[in-house]
Structure formats: C-alpha cells, structure tokens
C-alpha cells in the first residue's frame, strides 16, 4: 500500500474529537426505565424518562444523517478512478462518520438498540404510555397530542379513537392540541396543499405543493443517508459464507442500495399504513399543472405537465394538456431538471440491483413505483381527491386475502368427540368460515392446564420476551407443547399434565378440520397455552384493546379495507382456533369485526371448554377486548394445509410422545435423554 496513503489515514483516524460531556443516554434504556416507571405508577418519572427517550431516539438519527451527508461531501470520488483511490475515500469516510458521530452522540456500539424496540418506536408505542401517563398527571393538552401521535400510525385501535373524542370535551383541551408530533414534513404539506386545492385557494395550493416537493426531495436524502447502515435480508447471511472481498462489497452495497431503492416507497407511505399512496410523487406535478393554469402561469403548468410526462410517458389526458399549454403559449419548455436526474438515478438503481441480487442468489422482482390511474373522470382533468390523500392501493404485487361473498363456503360436519356442541355457525357469528362450540374440554381439563399454565408459562414466551406486547395493561405468559413436556421429565410438572395439553390440542385440531369439512389435513402452525394477566392499577381509563384487530395470515389495511397476503404476516396459516380455560375475569371477550377494524360482527365470552374457529384470512378479523381484573387463559391454535410450514416444536413433540409411549412412562420413570428427545 502506498506510503503517503497510509501517513494520510493515520492521521485521520487519529483525529477523534474530544468526547462531549452533554451526549444523549441510550433510547433503549431510557424507554424500559420509563415503561418501569409506568408500572409501578411514577408517571412524573414516566414522562420524564419517555420524553427523554423519544429525544434520544431523534438527536441519534439526525446525527447519523448529518454526519454520513457531511462525510460523503467532504470526500467524493473523483472522476479518475483507481482502485486504491476508491479505498482512499471508503476510507477516510468511514472515519469521518464514527468520528463525527462520536462527537455529538458518543459511541455508536451505544446506541444500538434491539429490533422489538425500534419496532415500539416505529409504531409510536411510547405516546400511548405517555398519553396515558399525561392524563395521570392532569395535563390533558399533552395527553391529547399524545393520544393524537400515537393514533396516527395506530389507526385500528378503535378505543383510542373514541377516547380521541371524549379529549374534546375535556376542559384545557383545545382544537390545537390535537398535532401529531412526529408528522412528516413533507406529508404534511402536501395534505395541507390539498385541502387549499379542494377548496379553490389555488395561489396557496401551489406555494404548498412546492413546499412539499422541496420536503420530499430532502426527506430522499435523508432516507438514503440512513440506509448506509447494517443490513440482513431475511434468510440471508452474506458474511455467513461469502469470502471474497467483492463479493461481501456486492452483497452488503445490494442490501443498502435496495433500501435506498425503496425510499419511494417510504416517503409515500402514512404512518400506520401497509402501502403506499399510489402514485404520490407524480401526483404533485398534476396538481401543480393545473393550479398553475388556474392563476394563469401557463409556463409553469406546461413545465409541470412535461414533469410528470417523465414518469407515466404518453399518458393521453396529460399530453392533451400539455398539447394545449404549447398551442397557447406559442412556445415549448422542458420538465424540471432536478426529476430528470432524479429518474436517471432510479434507473441505473434498478439496473444495479438486478446484477446485485443475481450474486446474492435471491429475488429482487421490480415494483410498479408510480402506478398510474390514467385518465381523469372530471371534465377539466382535474387530480381526484377528497380529504387530500389518494386512495390506498398497492404498489408491489400484493395478493388480496378477501374472500368473494359469492364464493360458497361448506361447514357443519361432525364433531366427533361426546359432548362437544354446536352453540353459533357462520350465519349466527355475522361472517363466514366461523363457529362456536362448547363442551370441547371438560371442567377438569380446564383445572389441569390453568394449573400447568400456572406452573409453565413465562412472561413474554411467544412475543420475542416482551411481557406486554399488544398492551402495557396486561401481563402476558406463554408455553409451547415442547416446552411443557421437557417441563413434565424435569418433573417440574406432572406428567400426565404435559401429556394433557398435547392430547387437547390435537383434539381441537380434529373438531376444526372436520367441521369446516376440508378435503385436506390441517397441521399445526403453531401451538400455544397462553394467560393473559390486567396489571393492578393500571385499568383507570383503558382506552385499549387486549389484543388489537387484525388478521392471522394478511396485513390488515381497515382504511383500504383491503387485506394484504405477504410478510410479515404469517401466510401460510389457513385455519385458527382459540379454546378457553376460564371465565373468572372481567373484560376480555373475543371479537370479530368488519375489516373496518371497527364494526363488530359478533362477540364471544370465554368459558371453560368454549372453542372458537375460523378460518385466518382477511375475511374474519378479530381481536381481544381489555382484560380489566383477572387473568385470562386460553390455548391459541394456528393450523396450516401446506405441510412444509409444519410447526418444528409440534414435530419435536410427536416424537418424544412417541417414545415415551414406548417406554410407558405414563406410569413408571423415563429411560431417555432429554438433550436427546428435546
């Protein structure tokens, strides 16, 4: 290596700025100290600890953004390229990054936080704590805007909507507290651009829609900026096997170049939304063009019709416009610039990433970015919209889970085992594919696994170790079959217990499969025994579900009224079953609604023995009312018809039952090892 190169990046690399007393603890930390905080009912530590949380989480964003912008400035590539002098700037702009981002925010090792919580974050599950906490401490104009973040990107919590309403009519509150604190800019101004459009306010339509071009463009460069980060595509470990040093450049520049590729996406995408708004960014060209005509600046509505001609070339009722603007004016113009290069680069991305992803070995199909509705009904060809959102649809090729009414549906076969009854079919439940059944355990069964559940479960198994998952009110704890039988040859259980759930399950597996009368076999997809706990004295003012509406194969999108078959969703699941322990709590029934996520359709008490089944798609969403005193046990069953989504532990399971029938250590001691069995 060249000398004078290695003297230089020494000396870079030695130009650490002195560390700052005032750097930003870690998100992490701060966000589980304020949810402990919030438990045992210190809502001024709450406030405190959340806040500082959600400021943390900020400032280390914005530094990295800043800091990889800056760095990328100061050492470009130059246009005679060699190979030492492209590691000369990869270099030195590493070094200025960790440098930079030291300096304002400390080690970055630091502020690596766990993807559950930057998932809590992306969801702006700290507003809901902290709404909860503001209205603790009585200051309801903070706990409005809270409540008012977090329903922005949670637009299915049907509680929190409705207690949206009753801040109304809370005295301190006012019509401008309701802000949503993390809104985008440039989403922002485009609504708001909209609405001035809607209403004829053209002069003030038009200033906004090039406000929210201006916050587009940089939210891009935001967006990029933070995509020079670690990466892992699902099932795909690059440094797991590659050792070329090309090839790892290959794979990981792919993964930040995909993520980069997807910023359209991203910045078309409302918090709380599975899909992007179609058409967004060429949207606000269309708007503009006409805008521009309305206030007589044919020069600009001509340059912005021949913008938007760059993304949907030859579109007929935009090149009738433009048509129109050159015969008026008498001359021609030219689409803005900053587009054309903005085009070329997503272009040559996509050209980039298909080579990319054929040395990654994986699939990387092109999406329909800037999907186009074509012409307009209107008679002035006018951009449709009414509360200044288009209408959600897909971008990527998505497969609707939403069963046609049409389609007809057979049910109400036998149930097989003594004592099980029919209480509600399809038709008494509101829906399709869905039945009740009572009597499917007996009392002494649902005795023995509260007790098992009791003695097994751990909090947050099944949820990644996240005690509360769907809600801070309630405690969840968890078990698998596999996991109670190990349990049961420790003999920390009985045995009979262990075997008890296993048998259960099975049974509930039987009744589903033939009562919806299926041609094929269910297998589990998942199994579990779950208790799900009300937190003393945290059920004043609930204003939340147990478990939120959803579905259990699709990505439920209520204000499309769409469900969306692809990850992360589970699927593959077909059929789902929920049979309960108890009745001894509050609160806690069980819901299916429209795919509104609002309109319930019908809704079931838990008891002893009571079992409800559907099937998983978008055609029956459901969710769990609050638990407000008690806890709630039940065991979750998901089953698949594809047996290459078999569930592992259910197959693990199988086996040791059936060597421990072998051995018949139902009745006397076990002869295997369980490292072996388990």
């Excluded at 609405?195 to 090039?210: M, S, T």
């Excluded at 021609?332 to 085009?343: C, G, I, K, M, T």
């Excluded at 008494?428 to 479960?457: K, M, W």
């Amino acid at each position: 290596m060249d000398a004078n190169f290695c003297v230089v990046l020494s000396a870079v690399l030695l130009a650490v700025v002195p560390p700052s007393s005032s750097f930003p603890e870690p998100s992490d930390l701060l966000y589980d100290d304020a949810v402990r905080a919030f438990y045992r009912g210190d809502y001024g530590d709450t406030v405190r600890l959340m806040e500082a949380a959600l400021s943390s989480h900020a400032e280390v964003r914005r530094s990295k953004v800043r800091c990889r912008l800056r760095c990328q400035d100061q050492h470009q590539f130059l246009d005679s390229f060699t190979e030492l002098g492209f590691f000369d700037v990869v270099l030195r702009r590493a070094a200025c990054v960790d440098a930079c981002v030291e300096k304002t925010v400390g080690v970055q090792s630091v502020h690596k936080v766990s993807e559950d919580v930057l998932q809590d974050f992306h969801r702006r599950i700290p507003y809901n704590y902290l709404q909860m906490a503001y209205l603790k401490l009585q200051q309801p104009d903070k706990a409005a805007a809270a409540a008012h973040t977090y329903f922005q990107a949670n637009p299915e919590h049907v509680e929190m909507g409705q207690d949206l309403e009753q801040y109304k009519d809370l005295q301190g509150v006012e019509e401008d507290h309701f802000v949503d604190r993390e809104a985008r800019p440039h989403q922002r101004s485009f609504t708001a651009a909209v609405a001035l459009y809607d209403g004829g306010h053209y002069e003030g339509a038009v200033r906004l829609f090039e406000e929210a071009l201006v916050e587009y463009y940089k939210a891009d460069v935001e967006c990029r900026a933070l995509c020079q980060g670690p990466h892992r595509f699902e099932g795909h470990d690059h440094l797991g096997y590659r050792y070329s040093l090309y090839e790892v450049m290959s794979d990981h520049f792919t993964q930040v170049l995909h993520c980069e590729h997807e910023c359209v996406r991203e910045l078309a995408t409302r918090p709380g939304r599975l899909s992007p708004m179609e058409n967004y960014l060429p949207l606000h060209y269309d708007y503009l063009q006409f805008a521009y005509f309305h206030v007589e600046r044919l020069e600009e509505a001509l340059q912005c019709a021949l913008t938007y001609l760059l993304f949907h070339e030859g579109e007929e009722f935009m090149t009738e416009n433009v048509d129109y603007y050159r015969e008026v004016l008498g001359y021609d113009s030219q689409p803005r610039q900053e587009v054309a290069r903005y085009l070329r680069r997503h272009k040559q991305e996509l050209e980039l990433l298909l080579i990319g992803s054929q040395t990654m070995g994986v699939d990387l199909p092109e999406g329909n970015y800037w999907s186009s509705s074509g012409g307009r009904d209107d008679t002035n060809r006018i951009p449709s919209g009414t509360d200044g959102w288009m209408e959600y649809v897909p971008i990527s090729e998505k497969k609707n889970s939403t069963v046609a009414a049409s389609q007809h549906v057979k049910e109400g076969g036998p149930l097989l085992y003594e004592g099980v009854r029919l209480v509600h079919d399809s038709v008494a439940l509101n829906g399709s594919r869905r039945v009740l059944l009572d009597g499917v355990i007996t009392e002494y069964d649902c005795s023995e696994l509260q007790r098992l559940a009791h003695a097994v479960t751990l909090a947050g198994d099944g949820y990644r170790g996240r005690m509360s998952p769907h809600t801070p009110n309630e405690k969840f704890e968890g078990a698998t079959v596999l996991k109670t039988l190990q349990y049961g040859y420790e003999g920390r259980v009985p045995m009979r217990s262990a075997r008890l759930f296993y048998d259960i399950s099975e049974r509930a597996r039987r009744v589903i499969e033939s009562y919806f009368l299926l041609n094929s076999t269910l297998h589990f997809s998942y199994t579990h025994l779950v208790c799900r706990t009300a937190i003393t004295g945290q059920q004043d003012h609930r204003n939340d579900l147990s478990h939120p509406i959803h579905a259990d194969n699709c990505l439920l999108d209520p204000e499309a009224n769409e469900c969306w078959k692809e990850p992360p969703a589970y699927t593959y699941r077909d059929y789902s079953a929920l049979l309960y322990l108890n009745g001894d709590f509050e609160g806690g029934e069980f819901i299916f609604t429209e795919m509104d996520a609002k309109t319930v359709t019908a809704s079931v008490k838990p008891k002893c023995g009571r079992m409800v089944g559907f099937s998983s798609g978008g055609e029956n969403p459901h969710g769990v009312k609050a638990v407000t005193s008690g806890q709630r046990c039940a065991v979750a069953l998901w089953f698949t018809t594809d047996p290459l989504f078999r569930e592992l532990e259910r197959l693990q399971a199988d086996e040791v039952i059936q060597a421990l029938d072998t051995q018949s250590v139902w009745t006397r001691g076990l002869d295997i090892n369980p490292k072996d069995e388990l």
